[in-house]
Structure formats: C-alpha cells, structure tokens
C-alpha cells in the first residue's frame, strides 16, 4: 500500500482536474467489445484540440502519411480505433499533467519522449508477441503513464523528491529502492493509486503499479516492464531519473519475449528516436 502520507497528499490534489467529459465519454466505449469509426469520430469531434491533434499524428513521419490525411476519419482507417481512442484519451491526460509545467524546472519534454516510447512499444508488443490477449489501447495508455507517479512525486513532494535523486547520484541502486528509503514509497505506488482515482481500466492501475515488480502474473504488466526496459536502453530517459542502476528483467519477467527478442526490440527502438519524439511532440501540442 501507499505511503499513508503520500497517499493522503494524492488525494487531496484538489487542484488536479477530473478527467474531462470527452475521455469519459471514451473511456465508456473502450470497454466495449466494438467500436465503430463513426463512433469513435463523433466522440472525438466534440473536442477541436484532441482531433486537430491525432490528424497531425496521422500526418506524421512515424506513420509515413505525411500531409496526406485530410480528415479525422481517414486517421481512424490509418491509426485504428484502438490507437484512436488511446491517443485522444492521452492527449486529454497531457493536458491536464502539463498545467504545472511552469511551476518547477520540469523536465516534461525528455518526461513524455521515454513515456511515449515505451507506450508505443507496448502497443507494439500486444500485437506481436502477447496473442491478442490485451487490448492495444489499454495498452497505450499503460505504456504512457507507466511512470505517472514520478511526475506527481516532482511537482508534489519536490524537496523530497530531489533527496531522493540525490540519493541516486551518490549509489549503485535503482530508483524505487531509492524511493522507498527516501520517502516510504515508490512512484510505481503513487502512479497506481491517481490512475485508481481517476477510475481508468483496472489493467492500467495494475500495470503501472507492478511495472517494477518480478514475475508478475498480468501479462500487461510484463509487457510495460519490458518496454520501459528497452526505452531506456535504447537512449530514452525520462529526465526525472539522472541517475541510478538499472537491472535487466528477469527470465520470468521476460516473457513472452526472448532475450535475443528483447535485444531485437531496444535496437529497433534506437532506430528511430526523430520519429518517436516527433509524435510525442505533437501529442503535446507542440
């Protein structure tokens, strides 16, 4: 369980917006067994700022549509109605993550370059190795808030949160053992318990919360594991995290990937860093 005080601070963050009513309204449908492109457009053209969004994406070099989708339907067929509803659901957490970014000296940018790559790669990895069994979407949002806690430790507990990268500089030691001798608790924890809050897929509460943890039995949460692995062996860390050891997941923790599989993975992910943080970029709004 969390940290009684810091839990208690991640639930008194009354300035913290509730999700908007647009990502309710998509969070409802991905619970569905189907969605249709019309539907997922409807919900989306509500909100001018997430669909202007997703249509630059769809535009982008990672998907090599470059100027030639012209409509949000056409990025649905693109993208998917998965990657669709993922990437508007994302969009709309951005925004309401990024409001403090003027507050203290965050590094959000290099933040969502990591976020965004290991949320791509999970993606990726529901489609390649996991059979089906988890939902690409979910998945993406996983990936992408895999280390939410990190950000609301800064901005919320940041004396204390600066002790503990401090601490890393000085020791041979990973960031949530760091975390949990520092403040009593880890950010996986924290994440876990604001993803609770804001009632998204109990999937994601638990993948972001065990994403550090050994052998676990949710086949998502191995998933995040070995994404957020390779994203930082492939170059993309997450500028709250200078520092630190960084052990190579166990054989459990390895499948349904093998280790020349994994190696596969962090050097595709080297391949491609312009592409990569151009979306995050424009997921931005930049």
């Given at each position: 369980?969390?940290?009684?005080?810091?839990?208690?601070?991640?639930?008194?963050?009354?300035?913290?917006?509730?999700?908007?009513?647009?990502?309710?309204?998509?969070?409802?449908?991905?619970?569905?067994?189907?969605?249709?492109?019309?539907?997922?457009?409807?919900?989306?053209?509500?909100?001018?700022?997430?669909?202007?969004?997703?249509?630059?994406?769809?535009?982008?070099?990672?998907?090599?549509?470059?100027?030639?989708?012209?409509?949000?339907?056409?990025?649905?067929?693109?993208?998917?109605?998965?990657?669709?509803?993922?990437?508007?659901?994302?969009?709309?957490?951005?925004?309401?993550?990024?409001?403090?970014?003027?507050?203290?000296?965050?590094?959000?940018?290099?933040?969502?370059?990591?976020?965004?790559?290991?949320?791509?790669?999970?993606?990726?990895?529901?489609?390649?190795?996991?059979?089906?069994?988890?939902?690409?979407?979910?998945?993406?949002?996983?990936?992408?808030?895999?280390?939410?806690?990190?950000?609301?430790?800064?901005?919320y507990g940041y004396e204390e949160y600066r002790?503990?990268?401090?601490?890393?500089?000085?020791?041979?030691?990973?960031?949530?053992?760091?975390?949990?001798?520092?403040?009593?608790?880890?950010?996986?924890?924290?994440?876990?318990?604001?993803?609770?809050?804001?009632?998204?897929?109990?999937?994601?509460?638990?993948?972001?919360?065990?994403?550090?943890?050994?052998?676990?039995?949710?086949?998502?949460?191995?998933?995040?594991?070995?994404?957020?692995?390779?994203?930082?062996?492939?170059?993309?860390?997450?500028?709250?995290?200078?520092?630190?050891?960084?052990q190579p997941p166990r054989l459990r923790s390895?499948?349904?990937?093998?280790?020349?599989?994994?190696?596969?993975?962090?050097?595709?992910?080297?391949?491609?860093?312009?592409e990569i943080e151009e979306v995050a970029r424009?997921?931005?709004?930049?």
């Open positions: 369980m969390v940290h009684c005080r810091f839990r208690e601070m991640i639930l008194s963050v009354e300035e913290l917006p509730s999700l908007p009513s647009v990502v309710q309204k998509l969070m409802s449908a991905l619970q569905k067994e189907e969605v249709t492109a019309q539907d997922l457009e409807h919900i989306v053209a509500t909100d001018p700022a997430i669909s202007s969004r997703i249509l630059k994406v769809a535009n982008s070099a990672f998907f090599g549509r470059s100027g030639r989708v012209k409509t949000l339907d056409q990025a649905i067929v693109l993208l998917g109605t998965k990657l669709v509803q993922a990437l508007a659901v994302s969009v709309s957490i951005l925004d309401i993550l990024h409001y403090r970014q003027k507050v203290l000296d965050l590094p959000l940018e290099t933040y969502w370059f990591h976020s965004f790559a290991v949320a791509w790669t999970v993606h990726r990895l529901t489609q390649t190795v996991s059979r089906g069994e988890e939902d690409p979407g979910v998945a993406f949002m996983a990936g992408l808030l895999h280390d939410l806690g990190k950000l609301l430790l800064w901005i002790k503990v990268l401090t601490s890393l500089s000085t020791g041979d030691m990973e960031a949530v053992e760091a975390e949990r001798r520092v403040l009593g608790t880890d950010h996986a924890e924290v994440g876990g318990e604001l993803v609770r809050w804001w009632k998204l897929p109990k999937e994601i509460e638990v993948a972001v919360r065990d994403h550090h943890e050994e052998g676990s039995d949710l086949a998502l949460t191995r998933l995040v594991k070995l994404a957020d692995y390779a994203a930082h062996e492939a170059g993309y860390e997450d500028g709250l995290r200078s520092y630190g050891a960084r390895l499948e349904p990937l093998s280790p020349q599989g994994l190696e596969t993975l962090i050097e595709g992910l080297r391949k491609q860093p312009g424009l997921l931005l709004g930049k």
